[in-house]
């Protein structure tokens, strides 16, 4: 497992252009963008836990049936001072990071006290997500870091906490139709008491469009739900949702904040201090979203420990909820580093499996009915839901399958009825081997695997205008252990689980966690289609013989690169603005294979992209300032002729 766990990642900076074996639908135009970690050791110094590596993003651009891939790490605050100390020097979850020891006894007294109460990491390794038109990697932490898709530049660093009292938020959203954001996390010791909110953050209007404002400042609590022990709230990786409730599982696998508040000074990790109740119960929280309070009933179920949910929906007056159960918390223990890299297989038969199981909560409960009575009267589960003294309900499950984890669906159906769980199958090992398709009306599954290959979290991608729920393909990023065969993205055909194509790379690919498929029709407003008057001003200054014109979009990005040894590159905060688009300038036009070229002051240096039919030109550079004097951008068309057009 050296191969796969142990080895730090080579970025893959520069496109390559993937070898397509197979037909890639021409449908299918987009990116699959994913996060996961890529670096376990810094220097001389290594990470415990395989979930601390630093975030390492990578993509897969598919565009008319060629694939090209490229990958980068996020250059979050956490990689940056790392990279610069070359040895770990901010905390993760798993592995405390320590003062060097040349430091005198200030700064240690000074770590020992951040620590207290500790900021966390911006290393956001787990997920993608999409707010308005932007796009983040996301962590367990209060922080998100803004990226740009399809450059993977790390841009401007948010904090939950400016616009929610959030110390935790979970990496797995929930988004409606509208695309709004519903997230979860956890307010510690808030004013006295300790609360899991979900908050909202609501797509951005046409006029927060215009004015650049981002969603994030309007975001709002939607409901808290008080932990039931104010030092020992629960932890949680995801929720559910359906189309009037939101489902939160408050499961006996608990954060001690005591023991975290001191856990650098007995030089242990945070992680150490999380541990698994089996004597207690998980109790099931259902909030209405009408009212935006929880249903009076109170729901609860066997110790387990939940990871993901899988979907939820109503039916019959109750909710459906489906989920990847464990009996315990030894699948996050399996993860230390030295646990995946010796005795391996020894240590994986420890370890609990997980479980697709399905809970049925009656919404409504009779109050005549007989306490020990199953409330379940429906013919398609073997749930139960028992009523017990006062307003309390003991729910058992459905064992649906064995073996699952990383699941996902047709998003289309998130929250409502649905039939098909694609996800990573498992046998004696939390590694997956296969890609499965399980059919939860029939039972049945259908399965892909191959020697020596190593897939990645199945992502379905429906075909436009799809009528049935399995009108897609399934993309997966496969990584291979065999030196004979190159890793390669997958593509499957959704309905049959049969291989329609896959593009292998000359690069590096690891083991990622979650990601998402970005269209190409979903990009950002910026960078859609010019309108029919900026294209009949375009083609005027071409003439009639010049190709389509585009209207170029100059977007400019600060990066952490000091331009004095002096300055320390965490003063500089990453952000990225456009500063005008052609249609602003009147006469301003570009045609495939222009170059353009600009002063960036005070740095005085330019920079060069070639548009080859994107309508985006970027230009990095630390500063900017507008020039008294109006600077000549020269444009050289297609056909030669030089045009010179002032900005």
Same mark, same amino acid.
């Given at each position: ?5 142990g ?67 996020l250059?979050?605050d ?35 006290l ?34 740009n ?6 841009? /401007? ?5 400016k ?19 519903l ?12 609360k ?10 046409p ?31 995801s929720?559910?949702i ?13 954060l ?23 004597? /207690?119960?998980?109790?099931?929280? %259902?909030?209405?979203?009408? @009212? ?17 949910? %899988?979907?939820a929906?109503?039916?019959?007056g ?10 315990d ?22 370890t609990?499996?997980?479980n ?42 459905e ?29 004696w ?20 695997? /191959? ?5 990645? /979290? ?6 436009p ?11 997966? #990023? ?21 291989e ?32 029919? #008057?900026?294209?009949?001003k ?14 170029? @979009? ?11 040894t ?29 170059r ?52």
């Open positions: 497992m050296e191969i796969i766990f080895r730090n990642k080579k970025e893959q900076l520069e496109p390559v252009k993937a070898q397509v074996t197979g037909k890639i639908p021409t449908w299918l135009q987009g990116t699959l963008l994913r996060n996961g970690p890529g670096m376990h050791a810094v220097g001389e110094s290594r990470y415990n836990h395989w979930f601390d590596g630093l975030a390492l993003l990578h993509s897969f651009s598919i565009q008319d049936g060629e694939v090209y891939y490229r990958s980068k790490y250059r979050s956490t990689y940056n001072a790392n990279i610069e100390a070359n040895r770990i020097v901010v905390s993760e979850f798993g592995t405390m990071a320590y003062p060097d020891p040349c430091k005198n006894i200030f700064s240690k007294a000074f770590s020992y951040s620590h207290t109460i500790p900021d966390f990491t911006d290393n956001c390794l787990i997920n993608i997500m999409k707010c308005g038109d932007d796009f983040y990697a996301t962590t367990e932490t209060n922080y998100i870091r803004k990226i898709p399809r450059t993977l530049e790390t841009l /401007e660093k948010v904090d939950y906490r616009y929610v009292a959030v110390n935790l938020a979970t990496a797995h959203p929930h988004y409606d139709g509208a695309g709004n954001v997230n979860m996390g956890t307010s510690v010791v808030d004013k006295g008491r300790t899991y909110v979900l908050f909202r953050i609501p797509a951005a209007g006029e927060a469009k215009k004015e650049g404002r981002s969603p994030m400042k309007h975001t709002e609590v939607f409901c808290s739900i008080p932990s039931r022990s104010l030092l020992s709230p629960s932890y949680y990786h929720f559910g359906t189309e009037n409730y939101v489902v939160f599982l408050e499961q006996p696998f608990k001690d904040i005591l023991k975290m508040a001191t856990a650098y000074m007995r030089g242990v990790s945070w992680a150490s201090c999380m541990a698994f109740h089996r004597e /207690e119960k998980t109790h099931i929280h %259902v909030i209405d979203q009408r @009212t935006r309070k929880l249903v009076p009933t109170r729901f609860y179920t066997d110790a387990m420990v939940v990871f993901h949910h %899988v979907n929906y109503e039916e019959d109750c909710i459906l909820l489906d989920v990847i159960a464990y009996e918390s030894s699948l996050y223990d399996l993860f230390y580093l030295a646990n995946l890299n010796q005795d391996f297989e020894a240590n994986s038969r420890l609990s499996v997980p697709l199981r399905r809970f049925a909560l009656p919404l409504h409960v009779d109050k005549n009915a007989e306490t020990g009575s199953n409330l379940i009267k429906m013919a398609s589960t073997t749930a139960t839901a028992v009523r017990e003294k006062g307003d309390q309900v003991y729910c058992q499950p064992e649906l399958c064995e073996g699952l984890e990383l699941p996902r669906i047709n998003y289309a159906h998130n929250g409502k009825p649905y039939r098909y769980v694609y996800a990573a199958g498992f046998q090992s939390p590694i997956p081997t296969k890609i499965i398709k399980y059919d939860i009306l029939t039972k049945s599954s259908l399965k892909w695997g /191959e020697k020596d290959c190593w897939p990645a /979290e199945p992502l379905f991608v429906p075909v205008g799809a009528k049935d729920e399995d009108d897609g393909v399934i993309l997966s #990023a496969i990584v291979s252990t065999d030196p004979q065969k190159l890793p390669f993205l997958l593509i499957l055909d959704a309905k049959n689980f049969t329609l194509a896959r593009a292998s790379v000359v690069a590096e690919l690891h083991l990622d966690l979650h990601g998402m498929f970005i269209p190409e029709g979903d990009w950002d407003a910026g960078m859609q289609a010019p309108s029919k #008057a900026q294209q009949d375009a083609s005027k200054c071409h003439g009639p013989k010049a190709p389509s014109t585009i209207i170029p @979009t100059f977007t400019f990005s600060s990066v952490y690169t000091p331009h004095s002096r300055t320390s590159p965490q003063i500089w905060q990453p952000a990225t603005q456009t500063l005008f688009t052609g249609s602003a300038f009147p006469g301003l036009c570009a045609s495939p294979g222009d353009f070229s600009c002063r960036a002051r005070p740095m005085r240096r330019g920079w060069r992209r070639r548009v080859l039919g994107d309508t985006t030109l970027r230009f990095e550079c630390r500063e900017l300032r507008r020039e008294s004097r109006r600077a000549p951008a020269r444009a050289v068309c297609a056909e030669g002729a030089p045009r010179t057009r002032l900005l």
